[in-house]
């Protein structure tokens, strides 16, 4: 049995190649889009931050993806797996398969925090639909927030109901889970995100906020912002874990792998794009702080919508839309481990995401009953599993696995058999996109991690 027929039994293939790319594109669009994207913006002064953003996105991200996608479709199985089937293949040492291994852990890793804050969302989706910020003020909405945080059996319970729903829509499997979740919910948070969009038309100060996107002010742009620009490139587009290989494993045999990746960067820019276009206009009618910090969601647009005609209903819908773009994010989060487990051949489907949600749900509890967002002086010295956490997985983990994944598909894989996976033989964006993995993507992200490195070591 070859590859394809061997894993078409095991886990299933999307049914077209749109079900793959709405499906990567719901991997890719996540909190990183809508919660990440505009306060790291706004910390790093606007529009000179989105250009290096979006070089990185282009040099970086998109070449980088291709790779993790050809290695998934040509082992066809888990990043662990497949990682061993093309080390085997290529002849290489097996340490190469570490890639897969760091990938799985790398995914827990961020299901445990990403998973904490997708349950903030829940709540706010119930707070703001039953008129909890309905005329609120500024330190009012950041109290309130303070105190649900404080409150920890409600933050455990969220976390646990947002857990159970990425339990469910995995177990139920890719074709009957995955693709059914993609096919629904990444229309509806389009459809979502335009109405907004009109909203903050109307409604908001989009002048301001086209400006503060787009004004290339250089000045603004320090080189710690190069860093995180790079950074989020990585985390937004899903890259250097395996979970893009995981589902390019499940792809169509014949697929247009370059045109489909360049899809999904651009979809994921553009909601990106979008969802700063619809939050910065709506802060800046309601006179708040575009540099507010992580809080610029939670706190910010709750005394924004809280203050607007029909706040009420476009917030709920807002809140609605986040929670919708974290949760087809974290089910590629674990499907890599998932895959795995279910390929040792002990445990069916279910029981394999039951262990992976059960070990991811486990780390979330560390990272509440770690931090301190209730301000606790004695806590003050505590080790923060959360912020722990995000700092291994985005400046460590996924950066070296992107850039191994780079090396390997660029200088260690036979060219021939990445051109015919690749389905681009003789095409000159082939040998344009080997360039660009071989020296330009390995380079950028050792130098940029070498500099981040540095500079937080020699900072602490
Ligand atoms: N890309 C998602 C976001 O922007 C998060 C995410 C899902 C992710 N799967 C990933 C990040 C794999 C890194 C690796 O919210």
Redesign the pocket.
């Known amino acids: 049995m070859d590859n394809f027929t061997n894993q078409q039994k095991m886990h299933g293939v999307w049914n077209s190649r749109w079900t793959f790319i709405l499906a990567a594109t719901g991997?890719?669009?996540?909190?990183?889009?809508i919660w990440?994207f505009p306060y790291i913006t706004g910390e790093n002064g606007g529009g000179a931050f989105v250009l290096v953003y979006l070089l990185c996105i282009a040099v970086i991200g998109i070449p980088i993806m291709v790779a993790e996608v050809l290695i998934g479709r040509r082992g066809r199985m888990s990043p662990i797996n497949s990682m061993k089937f093309v080390t085997n293949e290529a002849g290489r040492h097996g340490a190469w398969t570490l890639i897969g291994w760091g990938g799985v852990i790398?995914?827990l890793f961020?299901m445990a925090f990403?998973s904490v804050v997708a349950g903030w969302s829940l709540h706010h989706v119930i707070e703001t639909a039953s008129g909890g910020f309905t005329g609120i003020a500024g330190e009012e909405a950041g109290a309130k927030f303070g105190g649900f945080l404080a409150n920890k059996e409600s933050v455990i319970a969220w976390h646990t109901v947002f857990s159970l729903m990425t339990f469910g829509v995995v177990a139920a499997g890719v074709t009957k889970g995955l693709s059914v979740v993609a096919r629904i919910l990444m229309p509806f948070l389009f459809v979502a995100l335009a109405i907004l969009l009109v909203y903050a038309v109307v409604k908001g100060d989009i002048a301001q906020g086209f400006a503060f996107l787009f004004d290339f002010k250089f000045d603004k742009l320090t080189g710690k912002g190069v860093l995180v620009a790079l950074g989020h490139a990585?985390?937004?587009?899903?890259?250097?874990?395996g979970?893009i290989m995981a589902y390019g494993a499940y792809m169509p045999a014949h697929a247009n792998v370059a045109g489909t990746v360049i899809t999904i960067g651009i979809l994921d820019t553009l909601v990106a794009l979008i969802a700063g276009l619809c939050i910065f206009p709506i802060v800046f009618a309601n006179g708040l702080e575009a540099a507010s910090g992580p809080g610029l969601m939670f706190i910010s647009l709750p005394v924004a919508f809280g203050n607007m005609p029909f706040g009420l209903l476009f917030g709920t819908l807002f809140f609605v839309l986040i929670v919708v773009?974290?949760w087809s994010?974290?089910v590629?989060?674990i499907e890599p481990g998932v895959a795995w487990v279910t390929e040792l051949g002990k445990f069916n489907r279910t029981i394999s995401t039951a262990i992976l949600t059960f070990l991811a749900w486990l780390g979330g509890m560390a990272c509440i009953y770690s931090n301190n967002w209730e301000g606790d002086p004695e806590k003050e010295s505590q080790f923060h599993v959360f912020e722990g956490l995000d700092f291994i997985t985005s400046q460590l983990m996924?950066p070296l696995g992107g850039m191994f994944i780079a090396i390997f598909a660029g200088w260690l894989m036979n060219k021939t058999v990445v051109a015919k996976e690749l389905d681009a033989e003789g095409h000159p964006m082939f040998e344009i996109w080997r360039f660009l993995v071989r020296y330009i993507s390995p380079t950028l992200v050792a130098l940029v991690m070498v500099i981040t490195l540095y500079k937080t070591f020699t900072a602490a």
């Open positions: 991997s890719a669009v996540g909190l990183g889009n990440k790398a995914g961020i990403y990585f985390f937004t587009l899903s890259l250097g874990m979970a773009a974290a994010s974290a590629s989060l996924l």
